[in-house]
């Protein structure tokens, strides 16, 4: 079985090692010249060691196989110089375990979940978090009843995108693997909807508008990420925002993705002046607006009390449902912590404007 990895194969995957792409495995592979025809599944079965033949076809049928560009049948038979691109979730780890964490699923049904994610829950596994995770969570609630029978026959909870730790709202988690794809392909398309709430520092000074630039790993601070406006680092990202309500110290904006990089709405508000209020990474716990208001000190850090972490909320997400092919969306309301902070600043702002 012949088959190569293309030098922009390489580019590739730096283009994916940051963000919501990590969550998959991208492959970019150029047939050789002297390939005789065959279907592309069974091409691929024998080129990716550990993919068997029904993960290349669930990928496949959920479109995240690409011949030159296009999707492509598994009926389709790959030829010398085909360029191909397929993108498959990563297998469930295998220590996971499941822990009764109580979790909001604000819908489910066969093929996904909907959950609303609570300030300071971690996602997935890591470094320091290895347990009390939401993937944990959810494997429990999804296999709580059948928790004796052997583990191939639970549902794992796979990940498509991500919401940072203090970030709250709206998660789709497809429940099994043709689900996973078929989702996965809408966010690499960029064709999922997500509306996001944050409340920021300052008065934005436009009622909309668009920040382009792009993100990567700050260059000193390596667990922060910053702007590379000139384009020498980082991934090309891009965050729509419009005005929904001003305090005149801060402003609470509507942010739409075009993009999924890491902190991207948080890097993006801090680049253009407007870091979100909280936000202990990025220095927005600190006093960064003083208005020459009375008692203005001890009523904002009244404000950061209420709401301890970054004001970012997931409030809108709309997709292709896997199963109906319909599209779909959810909204949540905004968490306590955020309503309480927005009110309290609009009234002293009615009250001083």
Not at 136 to 148: C, G, Q, T, V
Not at 165 to 185: C, Q, W, Y
Not at 313 to 322: D, E, K, Q, V, Y
Request: with cysteine; charged share 25%.
């Amino acid at each position: 079985m012949k088959g190569s990895n293309k030098e922009e194969g390489q580019d590739l995957e730096q283009e994916v090692n940051e963000g919501e792409e990590t969550l998959h495995e991208h492959k970019y592979l150029k047939v050789d010249s002297g390939q005789r025809p065959i279907r592309i599944d069974v091409w691929l079965t024998n080129l990716l060691a550990g993919k068997s033949r029904n993960n290349i076809r669930q990928a496949t049928e959920a479109g995240c196989v690409r011949v030159n560009g296009k999707p492509v049948k598994v009926s389709y038979k790959v030829k010398p110089g085909d360029e191909v691109r397929i993108m498959l979730p990563h297998p469930p780890p295998p220590e996971l375990a499941p822990e009764d964490i109580p979790i909001n699923i604000m819908y489910e049904d066969a093929d996904i979940a909907i959950l609303n994610k609570n300030p300071g829950m971690v996602v997935h596994p890591g470094v320091s978090n290895w347990t009390g995770t939401m993937l944990h969570a959810l494997l429990w609630y999804f296999n709580k009843d059948i928790l004796d029978q052997p583990r191939e026959t639970w549902t794992y909870a796979s990940l498509v995108h991500r919401i940072d730790k203090d970030t709250s709202g709206l998660l789709v988690i497809p429940k099994h693997e043709f689900a996973n794809s078929f989702i996965a392909r809408q966010f690499f398309d960029r064709t999922v909807q997500r509306l996001y709430a944050a409340v920021v520092w300052g008065n934005v000074k436009e009622d909309q508008g668009t920040i382009t630039g792009h993100v990567g790993r700050h260059r000193v601070h390596r667990k922060q990420f910053t702007v590379y406006k000139d384009g020498s680092a980082g991934k090309h990202a891009v965050t729509h925002y419009r005005v929904l309500e001003r305090f005149g110290f801060a402003t609470l904006v509507e942010c739409k993705l075009e993009t999924g990089r890491t902190h991207q709405i948080r890097v993006h508000m801090k680049h253009i002046g407007h870091t979100l209020m909280s936000d202990w990474f990025y220095g927005g716990h600190n006093i960064l607006v003083r208005p020459n208001l009375p008692k203005f000190p001890d009523f904002i850090t009244h404000v950061l009390q209420a709401m301890p972490r970054q004001g970012l909320h997931a409030r809108t997400l709309g997709f292709i449902h896997p199963g109906t092919r319909e599209f779909v969306d959810f909204d949540s309301d905004l968490p306590e912590d955020m309503q309480k902070a927005i009110e309290l600043m609009r009234r002293y702002s009615q009250t001083y404007s």
